[in-house]
């Protein structure tokens, strides 16, 4: 096993990724990203239905744009979005909200100025994220970092996600979902829960379809 004095995650094939400096080398994605994605659940967990995947959201949101747009490379880089979430899990955007509202109260008491105080939990995010996501898209094959209109394509296809699972997943309540007032997506009848297995096969079906130029896995533990 590669050893690391930062801060690391063990995976389920014996790595361990170093979360400070991740290399492409550490990473291996169809043996820990995509079956920890099928097994990862959005809305905290909160669907009624059943553990909704980050795994079959991401299938979901990859044929929308490939069905849009008809590149190959948008959709694979939607496929792989929240790959790092393999390593970091699915922290819910209210949970981070609730969060950098005490880190910044906290920092604001030590006088940290208040710009700083409000952008420093989603900054240090944003930064894990980036370094682990430079290493998975290497390891993918595909180009990092996107382009800034891609980018956009990207989150903007993630909130259509969020509005479609929203209507049709979660039930109805007196705060609805901002991004339920997007443009809902094209789907084949109606959206219906995959079990992990199910999911995390989707995902390396169409992960082999739009990554051919992924790099073989190297040896993981030792």
């Known amino acids: 096993m590669t050893h690391t004095a930062n801060p690391w995650t063990l995976t389920q094939t014996g790595r361990a990724v170093d979360l400070l400096d991740p290399r492409p080398g550490m990473i291996d994605i169809r043996g820990d990203i995509a079956p920890a994605l099928g097994r990862i659940a959005r809305f905290n967990g909160q669907v009624p239905g059943g553990a ?3 795994a079959q959201h991401s299938v979901m949101g990859a044929r929308a744009l490939l069905d849009e747009t008809n590149r190959p490379d948008l959709a694979a880089a939607f496929l792989l979005h929240d790959a790092h979430e ?3 899990g699915d922290l819910t955007t209210p949970a981070a ?3 950098a509202s005490v880190i910044s109260r906290l920092l604001l008491q030590d006088g940290c100025r208040p710009e700083t105080a409000q952008n420093t939990l989603r900054l240090a995010r944003e930064l894990l994220a980036f370094r682990l996501d430079q290493a998975i898209f290497s390891a993918a094959g595909l180009k990092w970092p996107l382009w800034p209109a891609d980018s956009y394509a990207i989150k903007r296809m993630d909130a ?3 509005g479609q699972e929203a209507r049709q997943l979660m039930p109805a309540s007196d ?3 901002p991004a339920t007032r997007l443009p809902p997506i094209r789907m084949r009848g109606k959206l219906a829960i995959m079990t992990a297995a199910k999911a995390t096969e989707a995902w390396l079906e169409l992960f082999d379809q ?3 130029a992924a790099q073989p896995v190297t040896a993981g533990a030792a």
């Open 86 to 88: 393999a390593y970091l």
């Open 175 to 177: 705060q609805p979902f």
């Open 97 to 99: 909200d609730a969060l």
């Open 52 to 54: 909704y995947s980050v």
């Open 160 to 162: 259509r996600c969020l």
């Open 210 to 212: 739009l990554c051919p």
